[in-house]
């Protein structure tokens, strides 16, 4: 418990713009570059849910997701609402079943910049995010079971590696006759790592059924457990974004997101790989 | 400082690739398999951690073990593998427990624990008129000289609407009684149950008790929760009420009826019902075939678990299938009423 309140003080710490000064703050603030986002994508996800099934489902999804990114050199904040859509079967030795699966995830993130002493073109941030993912899985062949869904909360340490790839200026290629004129581009690639250090999910009980319907007094979450310092989540992105004239930008997103509830009893884990393409929309 | 930067860029990759699949250790190992004895030990597993009654049933379930699983061999073919594991589940005597798979379903007949206590186009014939009502589940019209009103309710579809009842309770309102037919009536939804039971009391009632299992111990079970009924606001019904059963009343048959025990003004009658007063929750084997058995208790007002075995008829009647002009058990009914 000690180590975990430390961690989350590490994390937490960046979060707070501590030994800044407040004008000079609200300054830098209100010029901070903003973008509205909205992407949309394919994800291939898995899922085990030990309490109904040995199997793992696998599936595609569409993925939808919206956000509000604010970013510059030293500090960078992302509020993310991402849903996936998709069907998962699930291969057993003789016969198959299908899982249609709703998921929502909400996050943010703050990161703040680290000072890398090897080059200006290297931008190293640390921070930490919290992420909320609800799963909503329904699968006929499973009776009265045929609904299963859960709730994760996750503080999570992030760190992102930027490499500024931008052409400050432009670059003439020689190809046998053909002259070619490469304008200068503003473009960068981050690969951000984040790692589960507060752990808690919602989740059934050991009879995964809860029993409230059955005493007249229906809860959608009867029987369910909030269970904390369980499980784990950990995950990366590579995103390649560049920054159009207009001052917008276009940001190509490769993700990767696993997380599990833990305990030896009913554990639940699922795993995500997505693709997705957005538009960031500058609004500052 | 540039091998470094590459090092370090390598290292970056090297990572994201490493997280860039479906790690088992977070969503756990794909248990996929055919063989007939990991199905069979994870089906008894599954069964001997979590199903309700085996204390009532008093299935020894070590030795069923012994007994049903000398009678795989490697290369047994699935359809008999599953019966196998079918007759193992048919020994826990529960009409809610149930082997599916895309060629088969296993069941323990309850139906067949008693005679069928019913002939439907007995009652149409000589005691409906011709052009009796329809009002979503219910069949229902006058009987006896429009004395009782009579209404039979097949199947707790969960389409039981407010529109239904008060249309049909509102024509019996200045009877004698009303007959409620729910033989062979083998269950649904159970929110009908409270739905039905809601117009024939007249003050807060508590129906009966529930506990759910919580361990893999026989008896590590959840305290018992009291199940509580409202009176309905609208048409109620709070004269004499005969309710009908058989064998075939089974899972939200059984939990009407379990509730009308605690009904002052409601009187069972006809033959046990089938049980199934055990919530079913569903699973999935490493074949791909699933499974449902009970994980709840029902328990009376005394937290009494034996309705399982059948809720017990207020007053025994049997249909004589030697006259198929009469049934015995409505005219029990109709005289008890009148």
Redesign the interface.
């Known amino acids: 418990m000690k180590k975990e309140f430390v961690l989350i003080l590490v994390v937490c710490i960046p979060l707070l713009s501590l030994g800044q000064n407040k004008d000079s703050l609200k300054a830098i603030r209100k010029s901070r570059p903003t973008y509205v986002k909205v992407g949309t994508g394919l994800d291939f996800g ?3 849910d ?7 489902y ?1 599936g595609l999804n569409l993925d939808i997701n919206l956000g509000k990114i604010k970013m510059d050199t030293s500090f960078e904040s992302e509020m993310d609402y991402k849903y996936l859509l998709g069907a998962y079967i ?8 299908a899982s249609f699966v709703n998921t929502l995830f909400v996050s943010y993130s703050q990161l703040r910049q680290v000072q890398v002493p ?2 200006n073109r ?1 931008n190293l941030k640390v921070g930490g995010a919290i992420n909320v993912t609800g799963n909503i899985r329904f699968n006929a ?6 609904l299963g869904y859960e709730l994760f909360g996750n503080l999570l340490g992030s760190a992102q ?1 930027k490499r500024d790839l931008s052409r400050k200026k432009e670059k003439v290629l020689h190809i046998w006759f053909i002259k070619y004129h490469l304008k200068p581009k503003s473009r960068n690639l981050a ?1 951000r ?1 984040n790692a589960g250090i507060v752990n808690t999910n919602l989740r059934n ?7 409230s ?6 809860k959608p979450f009867d ?1 369910y457990h909030f269970n904390t310092f369980t499980g ?1 989540r ?3 992105k ?1 995103i390649y974004t560049k920054f159009l004239k207009n001052k917008n930008a276009i940001r190509w997103t ?1 993700q ?1 997101d ?3 509830s833990g305990g030896n009893v009913n ?1 639940f ?3 995500h ?1 997505t693709l997705s393409f957005a538009l960031l929309f500058n609004t500052k | ?1 540039i091998s ?2 590459k090092s ?1 860029i390598y290292s ?1 990759l090297t ?2 690739a490493l ?5 088992s250790f ?9 063989d007939p004895y990991k199905n069979f030990d ?1 089906l008894w597993q599954e069964c001997k951690d ?1 199903y309700s009654y085996f204390e009532l049933k008093g299935v020894d379930w070590d030795a069923i073990k012994s007994q049903y699983r000398s009678k795989l061999f490697n290369d047994i073919r ?1 359809d008999s593998a599953f019966k196998v594991m079918g007759a193992m589940l048919d020994e826990l005597k529960d009409g809610h427990v149930n082997l ?3 060629f088969n379903i296993s069941f323990y007949p309850i139906e067949e624990l008693g005679p069928e206590n019913i002939r439907w186009r007995t009652i149409k014939d000589y005691y409906l008129p011709k052009d009796f009502y329809i009002s979503g589940p219910f069949v229902h019209d006058f009987i006896a000289n429009k004395q009782i009103g009579y209404l039979r309710f097949s199947s707790y579809t969960g389409a039981i609407s407010n529109s239904n009842l008060d249309f049909a309770l509102s024509r019996y309102q200045n009877t004698k009684g009303i007959i409620l037919d729910i033989r062979q009536n083998g269950g649904g939804a ?2 009908d149950v ?1 739905n039905l039971l809601s117009r024939f009391i007249d003050k807060k009632t508590l ?1 009966f ?7 893999p111990g026989t008896n ?1 079970f ?1 305290q018992p ?5 409202e009176p309905h606001k609208g048409v109620k019904y709070t004269g004499k009420v005969v309710v009908l059963t058989d064998r075939g009343t089974f899972s939200a048959g059984s ?1 009407t009826c379990l509730g009308i025990k605690a009904i002052p003004n409601m009187i069972l009658m006809g033959d046990t019902t089938g049980g199934g007063l055990g ?12 499974y ?1 058995f009970s ?2 208790q ?1 328990l009376t007002l005394d937290l009494d678990n034996s309705y399982e075995m059948g809720v017990p008829p207020d007053i025994v009647a049997y249909f004589d299938w030697n006259d198929l002009t009469k049934d015995e058990v409505l005219e029990r009914a109709m005289d008890e009423i009148l």
């Open positions: 898995a899922f085990k030990a309490a109904t099934s040995p199997l793992v696998r699930g291969h057993g030795g003789y016969q198959n079943s090897w080059s290297w062949d499973l009776g009265n079971n045929n590696l690969l790592l009980g050991y009879a995964y059924t809860g029993q319907q059955v005493i007249n007094n229906f029987g784990m950990f995950g990366s590579l490769y990767f696993a997380y599990s554990a884990g699922m795993s790989n | 400082m470094a930067m370090l970056l990572l994201l997280s860039a699949c479906e790690p977070i969503v756990g190992k794909d248990d996929n398999n055919t994870y979590r699935a599916t798979s895309n159970v929110s409270f129906l008790y529930s506990r759910l299992k919580e361990g590590d959840s929760e009291a199940a509580w009924l939990f919530l079913p929750n569903g699973g999935q084997l490493p074949n791909g075939w699933t449902r994980v709840t029902s």
